[in-house]
């Protein structure tokens, strides 16, 4: 993968759950949808040429909590995946994550249902 592909998926993970803690979760075995995310918030930072989103909410499935959160891009769009495991002490369905979104990436969905929660703006 060149630079360019891998500053396209760069996703930092600033928080999961509560207080910064790493996730507590055995291995992923579900994938959140936006409408299973409440609220779920993307803030668009407006940085320059590339754009930097913030998106961040909470997981709607109480049995569940955030294992991960990555990015998978597929042409001119960016899709983002907040994986879902069993609890293993403790963790949250909470997710706060910093996304760089590359001036060629027009779209950027969420979820397996891809559910577009930004467009950039000519």
């Given at each position: 993968?060149?630079r360019?592909?891998?500053?396209?998926?760069?996703?930092?993970?600033?928080?999961?759950?509560?207080?910064?803690?790493?996730?507590?979760?055995?291995?992923?075995?579900?994938?959140?949808?936006?409408?299973?995310?409440?609220?779920?918030?993307?803030?668009?930072?407006?940085?320059?040429?590339?754009?930097?989103?913030?998106?961040?909410?909470?997981?709607?499935r109480?049995?569940?909590?955030?294992?991960?959160?990555?990015?998978?891009?597929?042409?001119?769009?960016?899709?983002?995946l907040?994986?879902?495991?069993?609890?293993?002490?403790?963790?949250?369905?909470?997710?706060?994550?910093?996304?760089?979104?590359?001036?060629?990436?027009?779209?950027?969905?969420?979820?397996?249902?891809?559910?577009?929660?930004?467009?950039?703006?000519?």
């Amino acid at each position: 993968m060149n630079r360019s592909a891998a500053m396209a998926l760069y996703l930092i993970t600033s928080a999961l759950a509560c207080a910064h803690s790493a996730p507590s979760a055995t291995t992923a075995s579900a994938v959140a949808e936006a409408k299973d995310v409440r609220p779920l918030d993307v803030r668009d930072a407006g940085a320059s040429p590339n754009d930097v989103l913030y998106i961040s909410g909470v997981a709607a499935r109480g049995d569940l909590v955030v294992a991960g959160v990555r990015s998978v891009q597929a042409g001119d769009s960016l899709n983002v995946l907040v994986s879902l495991g069993e609890p293993a002490g403790g963790g949250s369905g909470r997710f706060q994550s910093t996304l760089e979104v590359l001036s060629r990436i027009r779209t950027v969905t969420f979820g397996n249902e891809k559910t577009v929660i930004w467009t950039r703006r000519e």
